[in-house]
């Protein structure tokens, strides 16, 4: 299993629209440019984790993500040691936690439908070998993760 490596990038916190020559910049949600889906995605959603044990325990609960880039929502605009992803990947809708950055990771899988990261996913995988608790995955198993 190969590694998704993030790079850290600015928030989007405008649109930019160009009328008969000139620049307007309008505030407010981003134009969301994943697949173009119509209509388009929203540019917050909410991860429900549930079942995590060991080191993933304190990403139980409910994670608001934000539209980071291209096809991926993030819980914040840096790489923390805590973080929530929900990214489109090979023609599959992911959700991925890292406790520890990456090494202590669950992934699940959801829909392969392009324009549909809602509802429920099933587990995918788990890396333990940078947790402090080297039983997190197993003690993780059955783990739930809901995207909203």
Request: hydrophobic share 35%; aromatic share 10%; glycine share 8%.
């Amino acid at each position: 299993m190969g590694w998704i490596i993030r790079h850290p990038r600015a928030w989007r916190k405008s649109a930019t629209t160009t009328t008969s020559g000139a620049t307007t910049t309008t505030s407010g949600a981003p134009v969301i440019d994943c697949n173009s889906c119509d209509p388009e995605l929203e540019q917050f959603m909410d991860v429900t984790l549930s079942g995590l044990a060991g080191d993933l325990a304190v990403l139980n609960g409910v994670t608001a993500v934000k539209w980071y880039s291209d096809c991926e929502w993030w819980s914040a605009d840096t790489i923390l040691d805590e973080m929530v992803y929900v990214y489109y990947l090979s023609g599959t809708w992911r959700v991925q936690a890292d406790a520890k950055t990456l090494g202590c990771t669950k992934r699940w899988q959801g829909s392969s439908a392009s324009c549909n990261p809602f509802g429920s996913y099933a587990e995918f995988s788990c890396v333990d070998s940078l947790c402090d608790d080297a039983d997190s995955c197993e003690d993780s198993a059955g783990g739930t993760a809901v995207v909203s």
